[in-house]
Each structure stands twice: as structure tokens, then as C-alpha cells.
């Protein structure tokens, strides 16, 4: 696994990254989510000793410096246009793979792998920005790396882009390898990512799995439908279950369906409707991150 401990930067008066420490594990996608400006990119800088700070990184107990073709343990990607410009796709990649000691038969491989291959002999210099992420994600994954971190992928993707990357990262984790993977799609990253890493203002905020993190969200409730709700109303004040009515039922954040099921049977109320509404990625997301985002538009249009 990857296992960063109390990562630090400050830039001039700002502590941009400040005593992170988290795992990330093989065989599973870790999202890493914070606002703009929370400190993501500096981390992953960090954590590749591409930044001076504070800490330690170890890939599978050692520091990627200590590792004689890194290439084959770490595959990055941090910035899409990271090329020169006039040099083609598959020379770009030839570049690389002679530098990282990778079989030139891999470049031909990889461009097929991220839907390149037809545009092999073009310039990345005309390359749309979603072209240029898919180049990108060739270089990373050259040498067959155990562990892949990439900050924002999937940015200028188009929807069948983003469908790919999705699939193509869950798979390279199911083959026992480890994703970290930065975005500001919480939608795509609800369907991706195993585990999370959270931060705000260079802070940890929570490492967990996906599903704790939405389950332990206060914006998830149960919802309920019985025949005499005024009945049910008062047993649930008497047991200091608080509650809201709508839409003819009621909504009850902190409990269980097996709970409200229990206390509407001794009730000996039949129940129409008891389902869980759990709360979505971005639901938790906000809810965690609130106060810690460093730019914020007052929420109006104005002329």
C-alpha cells in the first residue's frame, strides 16, 4: 500500500498542507475529494518528492527515491499537456518508456488501451484536452505500475471518456494494483471509488469507505408511511425520536428502518411505505466540508 505520514507545506505565510497522514490501499480506487484549494495537488506532489515539505511517503514500505525503475512501481499523472508539443503521441511515449526502461512493444500497447492508436503519428499539440488526459493516462500506465495516482483524469473527457476511465480504473485496481485518484465529479467518483480521503484547508477530514461516508451522513433518513400517522407521530415523540412530516409520511434522519419498522408494529399500524433515502457523495461531501472551502460566490446572478 501507499502510506503517507504527516505531509506538511507552507508556502510563504499559508500552510497549504498541513500533518497528513492516510493509507491507500491495493486492489481498491481511493478518490481524494477536498474544495479548491484544499491542498490536493500539493499532496500528491509531496507524496512523489516532487515538492520540498515535511514527511514521509513509502510505496509498499520504501520511498519511490529508492526504487531503481520507479516507473515500474508508481505510474503519474498530474498534469494533462505534460508533452512537447511537435513530438508525436508515439514518440512522446517512446521517450518515456527508453527513460523508464519499459519495452518499446508497450507504447503501441498502451495507445490502443486509452483509444489512441489512430492518432499515434498526430502532434498532442492540437490534441483536445480530453485527447491530451488520455495521452496522459498512457504515459502513467507504461510500465504496468502497482500504483497509479492521477489528479483530475477526468477533466474535458466527454461522457463516453468518462464512462471509460471509470470502468478502465476499477478494473486496474480488481488486478490487486492501487488508484488515487483526485476529482471534482463526486457523482462519477460515488460509482468509482472504494475508499475516500477527505480534506479542507490542508487538514484531514475523514479516510473512510464510500458507503460509511454516505451512510454516516446526517442528510440520510428513513422515510415512513402508516395508517393512523398521528398515532405514530406521538409514540415516535415519546421515544424521543425526532421527525419531520412530509409528502404524507414521515422523514427520520439517525434511525434505522428495522427501528421504525419494530415501533410501527407495536403500534399495530400497518405500514405503506418504510424505505432508506441515503444521502448522495455530494450530500456528505458538503456536509463534511462546510467551513473549509476558500473561494465561494455569494449564491446570486447579478447584472
Do not use: C
Amino acid at each position: 500500500m501507499i502510506t503517507a505520514k504527516h505531509l506538511a507545506k507552507r508556502f510563504k505565510n499559508k500552510l497549504a498542507v498541513d500533518d497528513l497522514t492516510f493509507t491507500v490501499e491495493t486492489g481498491k480506487v481511493t478518490g481524494f475529494l477536498g474544495p479548491n484549494g484544499a491542498g490536493k495537488s500539493t499532496t500528491m506532489r509531496l507524496m512523489l518528492g516532487l515538492d520540498a515539505g515535511r514527511g514521509t511517503t513509502t510505496f509498499d514500505g520504501k520511498p519511490l527515491n529508492s526504487y531503481a525503475k520507479p516507473a515500474h512501481m508508481v505510474g503519474i499523472l498530474l498534469e494533462a499537456k505534460a508533452f512537447h508539443p511537435t513530438r508525436s503521441a508515439r514518440n512522446h511515449l517512446r521517450i518515456l518508456a527508453t527513460a523508464g526502461g519499459v519495452p518499446q512493444a508497450r507504447v503501441d500497447e498502451v495507445l490502443r488501451i486509452v483509444g489512441l492508436h489512430d492518432v499515434a503519428k498526430a502532434k498532442p499539440g492540437k490534441f483536445s484536452l480530453g485527447m491530451s488526459q488520455r495521452l496522459g493516462i498512457a504515459a502513467a500506465i507504461l510500465g504496468k505500475p502497482k500504483f497509479l495516482m492521477l489528479d483530475e483524469p477526468a477533466n474535458g473527457l466527454d461522457p463516453e471518456g468518462i464512462a471509460w476511465l471509470r470502468q478502465f480504473l476499477k478494473d486496474y485496481a480488481d488486478q490487486g494494483n492501487a488508484v488515487f485518484v483526485s476529482s471534482h465529479l463526486l457523482s462519477e467518483m460515488a460509482l468509482m471509488a472504494d475508499n475516500v480521503v477527505v480534506i479542507g484547508k490542508g487538514k484531514l477530514i475523514a479516510e473512510t469507505s464510500i458507503s460509511d461516508l454516505v451512510n454516516g451522513s446526517g442528510r440520510s433518513s428513513v422515510f415512513v408511511r402508516v395508517t393512523h400517522p398521528d398515532r405514530f407521530g406521538a409514540s415516535l415523540t415519546k421515544a424521543k425520536i425526532s421527525f419531520d412530516r412530509v409528502d404524507g409520511g414521515f422523514k427520520i434522519s439517525g434511525q434505522t428502518t428495522d427501528t421504525i419498522g419494530r415501533l410501527a408494529f407495536a403500534d399495530q399500524l400497518t405500514i405503506l411505505e418504510l424505505a432508506n433515502h441515503k444521502a448522495s457523495l455530494e450530500d456528505a461531501f458538503f456536509e463534511l466540508t462546510a467551513g473549509t472551502t476558500e473561494f465561494s460566490g455569494d449564491g446570486g446572478a447579478k447584472s
